[in-house]
């Protein structure tokens, strides 16, 4: 009967996910039926609300407005019951400003929400001053946190707080790592479950390592990445890596290749595209670590068939080859290393 209604109580969140415009938030003015569903019963209400924490993510909060995503789409409700729970139940923060927490009229949605200590998931999108103190005071249970590079620096210096159930961190590149991870060895006690290290928006040479510094509890690093043009692959970061990380045991590392960052990738050149997939497998055959590296890759490029099969020939030496010569995926594994590399051409032909 559980699994019926939470079947049920997502079908019409879909219906009502359906309604209002396309593009922007959508403004709803009231949700009658989930109303009513949610208080005829503890079954449905407690699905609704594991919902909630699992999917609403809550992006601004002022005393009397409130702004969510829900599957990535802005949402603005005019209930005030509704507003209530979602604030009460939700786990996901995405926050440009604090400014809700620090003032001293804090009331309405705002106050609700500062008063919240079960958020589990924090994103803060801006690079000026933050009260961090303030901040993980008013969040004690943070599982994952998501901000710049800068600003971990600043909230490890800044706070005293204890972090005892953060087991996550993405930090998003601004040419400050070195500072990061300085902070993150010198502050690790308020951490003592911190495992995972995300980074974002950063090429792999960017990613750098202060020398005599390490930090025994992290086990996984994950590296999102846009390769850029004419680049070549260098995984020497890995090595500074396992110095500042002995206990790691796994880096996954998921970059794309578009022919927009690359002005070469154009040219209908199969010996030049021939190249750079050859220095590509010489960089990933090289690799050998005491822990596991996935690579996940994308390509786009611009060639004609002839090219695109010289190239998909070449990549069916390096492992199972899946997909045509127009678009194809190949999977290389090894001891301790994974690679799939997925090539697409944008030339129609």
């Known amino acids: 009967m559980a699994v019926l209604k939470d079947h049920l109580l997502r079908e019409v969140i879909t219906d009502v996910y359906a309604q209002g415009p396309k593009v922007g938030t959508r403004i709803i003015t009231g949700l009658p039926i989930i109303e009513r569903f949610i208080l005829s019963g503890k079954v449905p209400f407690r699905v609704f609300c594991q919902i909630i924490m699992d999917e609403v993510?809550?992006?601004?909060?002022?005393?009397?407005?409130?702004?969510?995503?829900?599957?990535?789409?802005?949402?603005?409700?005019?209930?005030?019951?509704?507003?209530?729970?979602?604030?009460?139940?939700?786990?996901?923060?995405?926050?440009?400003?604090?400014?809700?927490?620090?003032?001293?009229?804090?009331?309405?949605?705002?106050?609700?929400?500062?008063?919240?200590?079960?958020?589990?998931?924090?994103?803060?999108?801006?690079?000026?001053?933050?009260?961090?103190?303030?901040?993980?005071?008013?969040?004690?249970?943070?599982?994952?946190?998501?901000?710049?590079?800068?600003?971990f620096s600043s909230m490890l210096f800044c706070s005293s707080a204890l972090l005892v159930f953060l087991k996550g961190i993405s930090l998003k590149n601004d040419q400050s790592f070195v500072d990061a991870h300085e902070a993150l060895a010198k502050h690790q006690s308020k951490f003592p479950r911190l495992e995972t290290v995300q980074y974002t928006d950063a090429s792999l040479g960017q990613i750098r390592f202060p020398k005599n510094a390490s930090v025994l509890s992290i086990k996984h690093l994950i590296i999102e990445t846009d390769v850029k043009c004419c680049t070549p692959w260098n995984f020497s970061f890995l090595k500074a890596a396992e110095n500042m990380f002995p206990s790691l045991k796994s880096v996954e590392i998921v970059a794309t290749k578009t022919i927009f960052s690359c002005p070469y990738s154009l040219h209908d050149d199969d010996d030049s595209k021939l190249k750079s997939f050859e220095e590509f497998y010489r960089a990933f055959d090289a690799l050998n670590f005491g822990f596991d590296v996935e690579i996940y890759y994308e390509e786009s490029i611009f060639a004609r068939e002839p090219v695109l099969n010289k190239l998909r020939q070449f990549c069916a030496t390096k492992g199972k080859i899946y997909g045509d010569s127009q678009k194809f995926t190949v999977v290389t594994t090894a001891p301790r290393k994974r690679l799939t590399f997925s090539v697409e051409s944008e030339f129609k032909f």
């Open 57 to 151: 993510t809550i992006t601004f909060i002022s005393p009397g407005i409130v702004r969510m995503t829900y599957r990535d789409d802005q949402w603005m409700l005019r209930s005030v019951f509704l507003n209530i729970l979602f604030i009460n139940w939700a786990r996901k923060l995405k926050m440009e400003a604090f400014e809700w927490m620090y003032g001293s009229l804090r009331s309405g949605y705002s106050r609700i929400l500062a008063e919240n200590s079960d958020v589990t998931e924090l994103s803060v999108d801006n690079n000026r001053f933050n009260d961090w103190a303030t901040i993980l005071k008013a969040f004690p249970n943070l599982v994952f946190l998501r901000t710049s590079a800068r600003n």
